[in-house]
């Protein structure tokens, strides 16, 4: 029996999410969804066969729901997961798990008391074959121990709503995330330099961002959400044996008229689909068998609490250490 799942949100990623579980995940049906703009939930609805609520509540609580999507804007996920968690449907949840570590921690509290996982959040890179080769690359030995990892995270552009935070607590996350991920250790400090601005950006970019690992690995980022000319993820592990890189997806390249050219995709959707449809599915299988591997709710209040860290770096221009409880031993810690 298919496992029916209620979207909360159908903006860029709600809408993709929904026609994916839709279209390439085995064992599911997209049957409610809530959107504030009512026609575009309502239109999505009928494209799929689902039924478009007038409240978020309304989707979660639905009977014929088993497990929430949340795709709506950052700063309403912690109530939205909290919502879920009351009524103990599983819920997966885009990044971030909130804005705040203070909000993260009321999940975490819930959850454990609830005695079971039911929070996944949606750090996608984890199911992206290149990244996914970093790690093996470092797991195995191949490249020795870590010693540094370089990232660079352009986006060509970002809409009007994009607040200045957000390029640390919408963007950067994915590589707080990854850095926990691929170095199964946590992050204790961080620094962020904004130097000369971009013409086309509203607020300080592009920025540059240095964590340090509890270990002493040195994590540097660019992060570049004005850079125009399309979506380019980076990420370059430095071994004590030996460098992996990731220069982003093989496209394919056109050799003519005495030049070679290869294209860049133009944004997240292009650049990490296929991984989203791995995200979607392992979701979907966790419900069913209440095992999971992706991205837990510590793996979000870590990631929280790091780009809180991060935004009183910038604002102070100074060193910031990150400040986390003592992990629950509900939770794993990083993997
Ligand atoms: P978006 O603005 O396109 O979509 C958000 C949607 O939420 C809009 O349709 C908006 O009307 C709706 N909304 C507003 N208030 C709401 C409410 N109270 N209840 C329900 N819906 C409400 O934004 P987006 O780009 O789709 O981003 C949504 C979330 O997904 C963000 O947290 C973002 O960080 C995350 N995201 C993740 C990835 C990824 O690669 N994992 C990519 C894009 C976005
Ligand atoms: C967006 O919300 C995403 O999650 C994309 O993956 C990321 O590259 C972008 O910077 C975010 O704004």
Redesign the pocket.
């Known amino acids: 029996m298919a496992t029916n799942i209620g979207v909360?949100?159908?903006?860029?990623?709600?809408s993709f999410h929904v026609r994916t579980l839709s279209t390439q995940v085995s064992g599911a049906a997209v049957t409610a969804v809530?959107?504030?703009?009512g026609e575009?939930a309502k239109a999505l609805a009928d494209d799929v066969g689902a039924r478009a609520h007038a409240t978020?509540d309304g989707v979660i609580v639905d009977d014929e729901v088993d497990a929430v999507l949340i795709?709506?804007?950052?700063p309403?996920?912690p109530q939205?997961v909290m919502a879920c968690l009351d009524v103990g449907k599983p819920v997966l949840c885009?990044?971030?798990l909130g804005v705040t570590s203070a909000e993260c921690l009321a999940i975490l509290d819930a959850e454990i008391t609830g005695g079971r996982q039911l929070v996944q959040v949606?750090?996608?890179r984890r199911y992206d074959p290149g990244y996914l080769q970093v790690k093996g690359a470092l797991d195995s030995g191949q490249i020795g121990e870590p010693l540094m990892v370089h990232c660079v995270h352009r986006n060509p552009t970002v809409?009007p709503?994009f607040q200045a935070d957000m390029a640390i607590t919408?963007s950067v996350v994915?590589e707080i995330d990854t850095s926990r991920w691929l170095l199964g250790e946590e992050i204790v400090a961080v620094t962020v330099l904004a130097g000369r601005k971009s013409p086309h950006a509203r607020s300080d970019d592009p920025q540059l961002v240095l964590f340090e690992t509890a270990s002493g690995v040195l994590v540097d980022l660019e992060s570049f959400v004005n850079c125009q000319y399309g979506y380019d993820v980076r990420c370059e592990l430095v071994g004590s044996e030996g460098v992996v890189n990731l220069d982003g997806p093989g496209l394919t390249a056109i050799t003519k008229s005495a030049a070679r050219s290869t294209a860049v995709p133009a944004d997240?959707r292009m650049r990490?689909g296929p991984a989203y449809v791995v995200e979607l599915q392992e979701w979907v299988d966790s419900v069913t068998s209440g095992v999971y591997a992706g991205a837990d709710a510590w793996d979000g209040y870590a990631a929280t609490a790091v780009a809180e860290a991060g935004l009183r770096a910038r604002a102070q221009r100074t060193r910031v250490e990150v400040d986390l409880v003592e992990r629950p031993t509900f939770y794993p810690g990083p993997r």
């Open positions: 909360i949100g159908t903006g860029n990623i709600g809530f959107d504030v703009d575009r978020a795709a709506s804007p950052g309403l996920h939205q885009e990044k971030p949606g750090f996608m809409p709503s919408d994915h997240w990490f």
